[in-house]
């Protein structure tokens, strides 16, 4: 089958040619051109395309940044078109909601799949946990692009909740899927000492960039000031664009992994973080509560009480317990992951 797959992501002016591992050079939507990306921005997507075509799916790619421009999204909605015909595409399939699938809905000649990835679908909140003005417009797109593609794709059941009936009808849910040649349990020690980190503190992991307020660092810093009035010795690593090949490092060196997000669709890390046993505190968010509640060391809360919740935190690091959680990781494995993807696929073009 041929697909051509629509990528969104903020190609880079500059960059560091020194440290190749931050970035990726892509195919823009506008031209065709190689663009560079942060990796960080666009592992997951490009990932999940790079499974497809291990599947043997024949993919023609492109991705979309300037989508807030009016004249770009034009540009690249011909561009679709014109590739659609000249690569004689089947089906189409886009990896965000919002203008990028609705630009794609309006020109393409071949039936559209949308991927719902997150705030899409869920909107933007701010530090306070409400929506904002632009994360309710979001959502006002995506839902009408959701009504006119073939087959949508959520990364979360609360996701496809959202949609309406008629629409979950066509939705399948499929999360990302994690490559676990690259994610595996490690001795804990081994890798604190490969990191540099001091083998005797206790190292709380959270995973949080500047301006990302829908990961709720107030909550992540009023709950690690909790710990340290029980647990003096522990320390947050706060993980910001970490060269991917390192995080298998960060995840068995840490002692426990807290997700405080005001929403998700459903959290990358969190899954690499069972693939690695590393244990996991989170909040009841996108598919949290399917992927840790019956895993060995590992809490998901339905409240966002700091209190509460760092009661959790200190068990498990007084326990020194590790979860369980590789016994489970092929059920989020790129590979079955890529399956899902191609079953839909082929229902699509089985209409």
Not at 131 to 160: D, P, V, W, Y
Request: aromatic share 8%; net charge positive.
């Amino acid at each position: 089958m041929k697909v051509l797959m629509i990528h969104v992501g903020n190609e880079l002016a500059t960059y560091d040619a020194a440290k190749p591992e931050f970035y990726l050079h892509r195919k823009s939507m506008l031209d065709g051109r190689l663009k560079t990306f942060l990796k960080h921005d666009i592992i997951n997507a490009d990932s999940q395309m790079q499974s497809l075509m291990a599947k043997g799916v024949d993919i023609e790619y492109g991705h979309f940044s300037d989508r807030r421009s009016f004249r770009s999204l034009i540009k690249a909605g011909r561009r679709i078109r014109r590739i659609c015909k000249e690569e004689r595409i089947e089906l189409v399939h886009v990896l965000w909601g919002t203008t990028a699938a609705l630009i794609t809905i309006f020109f393409s000649p071949r039936p559209v799949v949308i991927s719902f990835c997150g705030s899409d679908l869920l909107g933007t909140k701010n530090e306070f946990g409400h929506l904002t003005k632009g994360g309710k417009i979001n959502r006002m797109f995506s839902k009408i692009a959701a009504r006119f593609a073939t087959q949508i794709i959520t990364k979360s059941e609360h996701m496809r909740s959202l949609l309406p009936q008629k629409i979950q009808a066509k939705t399948t849910v499929i999360p990302n899927g994690v490559d676990l040649s690259g994610f595996y349990p490690m001795p804990l020690a081994e890798s604190k000492e490969k990191l540099g980190w001091d083998t005797t503190k206790k190292h709380i992991l959270f995973f949080y960039t500047e301006g990302q307020v829908v990961k709720n660092p107030k909550m992540a810093l009023k709950v690690m000031e909790l710990v340290n009035q029980e647990i003096p010795q522990a320390e947050m690593v706060i993980a910001t664009k970490i060269p991917h090949e390192q995080l298998l490092h960060y995840y068995n060196a840490s002692d426990v992994m807290i997700l405080t997000s005001f929403h998700e669709g459903s959290n990358n890390s969190l899954k690499e973080a069972i693939a690695c046993n590393l244990p996991v505190v989170s909040v009841n968010v996108g598919d949290a509560k399917e992927r840790l509640g019956h895993l060995v060391a590992c809490y998901v809360m339905d409240t966002f009480d700091p209190l509460l919740f760092k009661e959790k935190v200190v068990r498990v690091l007084n326990s020194g317990a590790r979860s369980n959680g590789v016994n489970s990781s092929t059920e989020v494995s790129i590979e079955y992951m890529a399956e899902k993807v191609i079953a839909v696929y082929k229902k699509v073009l089985a209409k």
